[in-house]
């Protein structure tokens, strides 16, 4: 299966630089609604991506309003399921304080870390987030037959479940895989473990550091996924790019997601490791504008 993640347009909270992620939540700026109409061509542009079988959306305003102009370019039907909304903050519900927001990615961290039994403070554990996600690309799956999906989420829920489920993804450096409002995720696998192979991991994995028993982190068996794109830009590129209202963590420098200087380059993808980090991204992933500084949720 082709899995298309796409991360919703910008919203006033963004640009208020809060953790907003109650449902329904709230609306698009006029940038976020130039960012939705961006989409329709961005996909055109993916490699290797057949039509879209299904498009599927959170049950939170911005998403849905970022799904539209996609959902009457293809003739569509939008799914709007609530597996798919984003990471709850809990008692941290609209605080845009450094230590609120501190707090919240800390929790985000420990589970892309293999912690996922860690409570986020009065909200979900990550296994509980990590499971309502899962049911919904299990869903798209059996009903596209294998086919190219594509939904429409969030930052933090669409960074913290592709690093948890993609072998390529090295969950040590997340600060290599930002994620701009309506920056685009690329992967390909299943759900389930291919027959005769369950808990040997993804080639990717092993590529990553894991041996024959899974992932280098003991999460092997669930690393069914391989990244093969990361967009981090806009889907309409740099032009649709506002680095003044990058939400969250452009304050945090305790978030795990966003380090160091950007690695962006004017076009195409970046010639080396992004930066922030030695490691560089996992092998066989291909990162598109790598290191726009974005925030982690809402």
Not at 60 to 78: F, H, K, N
Not at 210 to 231: H, I, L, P
């Amino acid at each position: 299966m082709r899995l298309i993640l796409i991360r919703h347009g910008q919203t006033p909270s963004n640009v208020r630089n809060l953790l907003d992620t109650a449902v329904p939540g709230p609306g698009l700026t006029d940038l976020g609604r130039r960012q939705a109409l961006a989409i329709p061509a961005a996909l055109a542009w993916l490699d290797g991506t057949d039509p879209l079988a299904a498009l599927y959306v959170s049950n939170q305003t911005r998403a849905q309003l970022t799904a539209a102009p996609l959902a009457a370019a293809l003739g569509l039907e939008p799914r709007i399921r609530s597996g798919l909304r984003e990471i709850s903050a809990g008692g941290l519900e609209m605080q845009g304080d450094l230590q609120s927001i501190g707090a919240y990615l800390e929790v985000v961290r420990d589970w892309i870390q293999g912690k996922p039994e860690i409570r986020m403070p009065g909200a979900d554990t990550g296994n509980d987030v990590l499971a309502r996600f899962d049911a919904v690309v299990r869903e798209a799956e059996l009903a596209s037959g294998g086919g190219t999906v594509a939904m429409v989420s969030h930052g933090a829920m669409i960074r913290t479940w592709s690093a948890c489920r993609a072998g390529n993804l090295d969950p040590e450096h997340p600060e290599n895989y930002a994620l701009s409002n309506t920056g685009i995720v690329v992967l390909e696998g299943s759900t389930t473990a291919l027959p005769g192979k369950a808990g040997s991991g993804t080639s990717a994995s092993r590529a990553a550091g894991g041996t024959g028993g899974g992932a280098a982190n003991g999460r092997g068996r669930d690393r069914t996924w391989e990244v093969v794109s990361w967009q981090s830009q806009p889907a309409g590129g740099l032009a649709l790019a506002d680095t003044t209202a990058d939400g969250p963590t452009d304050d945090s420098d305790a978030d795990g997601f966003a380090h160091g200087p950007s690695a962006t380059t004017a076009s195409g993808p970046a010639a080396g490791p992004a930066a922030g980090s030695a490691a560089g991204p996992a092998a066989g992933v291909r990162l598109e504008q790598p290191g726009l500084r974005r925030n982690a949720s809402d």
